[in-house]
């Protein structure tokens, strides 16, 4: 199974990860590398050099970053080839996530799991969202 771990978050525009945080992700990510579950991992930019493309009412349009809600917003991902849920949500909660926020910041680790499209209940689903928009 692949799970995607989301770290959330924003960081300004002009702030530049600490020292601890690269050492810590780092030491992560060979872990991940060395337990043979890493297949991808990547850091994303601040949302102020984001853009949205927006549908709604038959249009779209394209909407400039910074965005506000930095609690919805990813600041990197790890996606992992694991045996189970169960997996996936240990190494979620070994992220060293401690190290991306200050004070009474929080700091959020979210799981998916990857829809295969071998898995019958994950093209199940797909077809009720289709159905569901068609609509």
Not at 12 to 17: L, R, S, T, V
Not at 94 to 113: I, M, S, T, Y
Request: charged content about 35%; hydrophobic content about 40%.
């Amino acid at each position: 199974m692949r799970f995607m771990l989301l770290l959330k978050g924003d960081p300004p525009a002009d702030a530049q990860p600490s020292a601890e945080l690269i050492e810590a992700m780092g030491k992560f990510g060979e872990e991940l590398h060395k337990a043979g579950v890493l297949l991808a991992a990547e850091g994303l930019d601040p949302s102020a050099s984001a853009s949205r493309v927006i549908y709604s009412g038959g249009r779209r349009k394209v909407v400039d970053g910074p965005f506000t809600e930095s609690k919805e917003l990813v600041a990197g991902f790890y996606l992992l080839q694991v045996k189970s849920r169960e997996e996936a949500l240990e190494w979620a909660s070994r992220c060293p996530v401690e190290f991306a926020v200050q004070g009474d910041e929080e700091a959020v680790v979210e799981v998916r799991r990857i829809a295969e499209l071998e898995d019958k209940d994950a093209i199940g689903e797909v077809r009720r969202a289709v159905r569901e928009n068609a609509r």
